[in-house]
């Protein structure tokens, strides 16, 4: 049996393992161009990050969400295209499969979202547990996330590390016990993650990788 330096990774998805952003981005002013007659600034819609699509777009679209949603995930997935892998992200997932680690997310993208952009970057076959800010009642920071997969994996939380970009992927790991490697090779929030002390901090993919998989 191959020695493994964790028995679970927990990654975020947005800016983590996907270059999403600026598709992101785009899927949001898409609907508010076109039902308000506006656009936003990155900022703006950074400042709605947390909960999930559909959480936000009932809050700036009340009394017509379904339309709204129905726009937003069509123009979302068709124009999938803008977002991308980070280099190295699906062989680092590969090897770690390889040694019998198990893989999650914990996203804050609803479920609809996470899975379109998972599978068509080629990397959902890899993940045991999806879990998304549709499964959760309180969203980053809070834990909960991590609790579900706990309740699936009754692991010992030293053996269990997430790997995110974001203040919050630090918060509620702290909240759950387990270790936090922050990433900040795409981070919109570098300045205030590297302040937070996570457990590990790295700045690209292959440094991420060595200490995955190196002993």
């Known amino acids: 049996m191959s020695f493994k330096k964790y028995d679970a990774v927990i990654f ?3 800016g983590t393992m996907t270059s999403t952003n600026e598709l992101i981005f785009a899927s949001f002013n898409h609907i508010i161009e076109k039902y308000q007659g506006r656009k936003c600034s990155d900022e703006e819609i950074i400042a709605l990050f947390g909960p999930p699509e559909d959480v ?4 700036i679209f009340p009394g017509n969400t379904e339309e709204v949603k129905k726009d937003y995930y069509a123009f979302y997935e068709s124009h999938h295209g803008m977002a991308a ?3 190295g992200v699906k062989e680092l997932l590969e090897k770690l499969k390889e040694q019998g680690v198990i893989l999650a997310t914990f996203t804050g ?12 970057l080629g990397i959902l076959p890899y993940f045991d547990i999806v879990i998304t800010g549709d499964e959760v009642v309180k969203h980053k920071p809070d834990a909960e996330g991590l609790f579900l997969f706990f309740e699936k994996y ?8 997430m790997v995110g970009d974001a203040p919050p992927d630090i918060q509620a790991s702290r909240q759950a016990g387990i270790q936090i490697a922050a990433v900040v090779w795409d981070s919109y929030a570098k300045d205030e993650v590297i302040k937070l002390n996570s457990d ?7 440094e991420l990788s ?3 998989l190196k002993f």
């Not at 993208?109 to 068509?120: M, S």
């Not at 009754?154 to 590390?161: C, G, I, Q």
């Not at 901090?201 to 292959?206: D, H, K, L, P, S």
């Open 56 to 59: 936000i777009i009932d809050k």
């Open 210 to 212: 060595e200490f995955l």
């Open 12 to 14: 975020d998805v947005d």
């Open 109 to 120: 993208k609803g479920r609809r979202a996470a899975i379109i952009t998972l599978d068509k």
């Open 85 to 87: 892998l980070y280099p």
């Open 200 to 206: 590990f901090i790295f700045y690209t993919v292959a």
């Open 154 to 161: 009754p692991l010992r939380k030293n053996r269990v590390l």
